[in-house]
């Protein structure tokens, strides 16, 4: 007969770390280990900038409105990957498409613009 070897709920001691707490050492890892992640779907949002208006603004946009966003001229637009900011980029154009290229990758917690 097979051993048990699965634990019950309250035989984790309340010190043990979580496994999202726990040191991942990027060495030990390789492309392969991503291989059953590979087919999962992600959403990717170039963020240009953004504005705040009221619903009487908003309804009175038509053809040929100007929305000005919160961004300058040049400066790096917000990249998210499943409505979280991952990255920083700046737009290009590719064979008369638009497109964006990284310039900065966000690490967690490193996010406050």
Excluded at 54 to 60: P, Y
């Amino acid at each position: 007969m097979a051993e048990d070897n699965n634990l019950a709920l309250n035989e984790f001691s309340a010190d043990e770390a979580l496994a999202s707490e726990m040191h991942v050492d990027a060495t030990d890892k390789t492309a392969a280990d991503l291989a059953p992640v590979f087919d999962v779907p992600v959403n990717i949002s170039a963020v240009l900038g953004r504005a705040n208006l009221s619903v009487a603004q908003l309804l009175q946009l038509g053809q040929g409105s100007v929305l000005e966003l919160d961004r300058k001229v040049g400066e790096a637009i917000d990249i998210y990957v499943n409505n979280r900011l991952v990255a920083r980029g700046e737009v290009v154009v590719v064979d008369d498409r638009l497109g964006v290229t990284m310039t900065e990758i966000i690490k967690d917690g490193d996010s406050a613009a």
